[in-house]
């Protein structure tokens, strides 16, 4: 894994940051076993940042991957959110339960939360990735200067452009089959839903960037696979899923 070489990573695969899935023990297991783990913090605030690096820290000393959201805070629509509200009342009832007075966000923008930049550049975990879009320069050089391997998700070749003009170390290239959330930058802009294959080999034939595969790859014939078209890794989600260390089951 020449791009990740400096990480001293055995095997050529990620666990993938699934937030309120992936757990500290999980990324914990997966380090110790000689991959990437990884931790996301996109629903969570800094000091629940700091906590889940610490409990991280304190089960391994290898490196692994802390995942934020960077996407922008939704758009306010007082009326959508009241007829959403309607909506779902009666399911509320249907268990006994009242639906919630007001809707709220749980996922934390990175590029508008300078306690969780503050958070990473101190704790500088080896690697940390982006998801969803990519944050100001400054916050990407204040990680750089921490000593931070940066990664970004790309769901095309435009998102990889941006990403390596701004800098970032190396691509999660996560095809349509990618579980749970796929960080498209712009959920407006026009999307080519290019599979994992596609989107694989594209990146790596177009970016010069490290390419890690993510969407679809279950086992050691997928990671195979995604290594011949040229990716450097694999990132593996859901196949991690049912592992004792997961909160799938408990989140
Ligand atoms: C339950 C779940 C939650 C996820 N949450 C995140 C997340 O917080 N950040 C992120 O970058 N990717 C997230 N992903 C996407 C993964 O990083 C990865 O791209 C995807 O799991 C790969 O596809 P696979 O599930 O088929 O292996 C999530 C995936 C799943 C299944």
């Known amino acids: 894994m020449p791009a990740l070489d400096r990480l001293a990573i055995a095997l050529p695969l990620i666990q993938a ?28 605030d800094a000091a629940g940042a700091r906590a889940m690096i610490a409990d991280l820290r304190a089960r391994t000393a290898r490196p692994f991957n802390v995942n934020v959201f960077v996407h922008e805070p939704p758009r306010r ?44 550049v101190e704790t ?23 000593g931070c391997l940066l990664l970004s998700t790309a769901t095309s070749l435009d998102e990889a452009e941006a ?5 970032i170390d190396a691509l999660v290239a996560q095809g349509w089959e990618a579980g749970g959330h796929r960080g498209c930058f712009d959920p407006d802009a026009a999307d080519d839903r290019l599979g994992t294959l596609a989107l694989t080999r594209l990146l790596t034939l177009r970016t010069g960037l490290p390419v890690i595969a993510a969407g679809g790859i279950m086992d050691g014939a997928g990671i195979r696979a995604a290594l011949a078209l040229g990716a450097v890794a694999a990132q593996l989600g859901t196949a991690f899923i049912a592992c004792p260390e997961s909160s799938a089951d408990t989140a």
């Open 17 to 44: 940051p699934m937030a309120g899935t992936s757990t500290p023990a999980l990324a914990a297991a997966v380090a110790e076993a000689g991959g990437l783990g990884s931790i996301a913090v996109g629903a969570t």
């Open 77 to 120: 629509d007082a009326g959508r959110e009241a007829a959403w509200l309607d909506a779902l009342a009666p399911r509320f009832r249907a268990f006994g339960a009242e639906p919630p007075p007001a809707l709220d966000e749980i996922y934390r923008g990175f590029a508008h939360d300078p306690a969780m930049l503050a958070a990473l």
């Open 124 to 146: 500088a975990p080896a690697v940390v990735s982006f998801h969803f879009g990519l944050p100001p320069a400054p916050a990407i050089a204040a990680l750089k200067a921490a």
């Open 163 to 167: 990403a390596r003009r701004a800098g």
